[in-house]
């Protein structure tokens, strides 16, 4: 199957002090022509922010930003009049669509932030701007593959404005998962923690593959492990 590669040591760095984030994508002031996206997936950051750190408030157009947390809690505060507080197990979706204003902040005066933030370019430019939230207990997501988020919202999953399927997976070690690449697919794998292989591709957190042909995969933990899969129109 032909697949696409990205070690987590090869990803772009940014380091400000109160944040830490690595990049998978091209992103700021990070460029890599090999690398600016995966299809409608454009980034994926993996950001780690300082106690009482954040983003002050930012201008966003033509956008789906997706936030995962990962550990902690992470503020969210926007332009719509929403507030509110993700935690693990949570995702975030905000259609940036005609223009929105938002901030984001580590909650705690203690502890750090890790999470995701992910953008996916919407099927059409110029979207109302919405909002939303939802939880995902790690019931949901042990040792099966849970849809998180979805272009029409089934199974209780986010909606997000593109052809994509978003699933996240707990899987402990030893067990293992299939997913069928359905034909004018592709999929992107990001490892959270621990390890995983993937039909004997080693992967470890940080670590991104993509998958661009058909066919069934196989995710199997060597150790107890967290990952996003994204199903995605070729």
Known sequence: MNQILRPSDA?????FGWLKSKHTFSFGSYFDPNHIGFGALRVINEDRVAPSGGFPTHPHQNMEIISYVV????????????????????????SAGTGVRHSEYNHSAADPVHFLQIWIVPEADGLAPSYEQKAFPESERQDTLRLIGSRDGREGS????????????????????????????????????????????????GDGLGLLDAGTINLAAQENAEFLLFDLAD
């Open 158 to 205: 986010v909606v997000i404005h593109q052809d994509v399927d978003l699933y996240a997976s707990l899987l402990s070690a030893d067990k293992s998962v299939a997913f069928d690449v359905q034909p004018g697919r592709k999929v992107w794998l990001q490892i959270v923690k621990g390890k995983i292989s993937v039909d004997g591709q080693a992967l470890a957190a």
């Open 71 to 94: 550990s902690g809690g992470l503020e969210h505060k926007d332009s719509l009049g929403t507030g509110s507080v993700i935690r693990p197990g949570d995702l975030q979706r905000m």
């Open 11 to 15: 990803r772009g760095d940014a380091d």
